[in-house]
């Protein structure tokens, strides 16, 4: 009976999972962990006043993130989360179109499909990431088609929301 592992599952395993962690890249994390927890607070922070702002919003129909009152499971939430976290997702009434013109429009944020970053990103799945599936596919997995995903950084939250605004009037149009 061999031990040995066949040269592919290596490779391949190699190609899923990368290398081992090279000196500098472990720095980089080491340095960075220092600084999380406060990283963190600022972004949640950001995250709810965004929310708070959006649910106030007369072109947004729905706001989802679990800091909001309005969030079905917020008791929940607050029962089990120390912070509500800098990821939040909202639906424009336009539609497809609306939330592809939002991302399309945004000047602070920058539209990528990404998360945890000190940037603020949004992404329109409609048209992004659940693309190629069909609207009907889109609405089983609770896919609206003028929903719009955000990952709040570290910037201003006030230039956040302005930026958010702005793009919000050009989106609905």
Known sequence: MSWRVPSYRIWFTYKMLGPALGPFEGFLVRRGLKTLPIRMQAQGASAQ??????????????????????????????????????????ELKGGHRAGRRFVESVKVATLAV??????????????????????????????????????????DTNDLIEDFDQAIRKATR
């Open 49 to 90: 006043a965004l929310a708070e702002s959006l649910e106030n919003h007369r072109a947004v129909r729905a706001v989802h993130y679990p800091g909001l009152k309005s969030f079905p499971q917020h008791a929940l939430a607050r029962r089990q989360m120390s912070g509500f976290g800098a990821m939040l997702s909202f």
């Open 114 to 155: 990404s998360l945890g970053g000190t940037e603020t990103l949004v992404q329109h799945p409609a048209s992004m990431t659940h693309g190629p599936l069909t609207e009907s596919e889109r609405a089983t997995s609770g896919i609206t088609e003028g929903l719009v995903r955000v990952s709040v950084g570290l910037e």
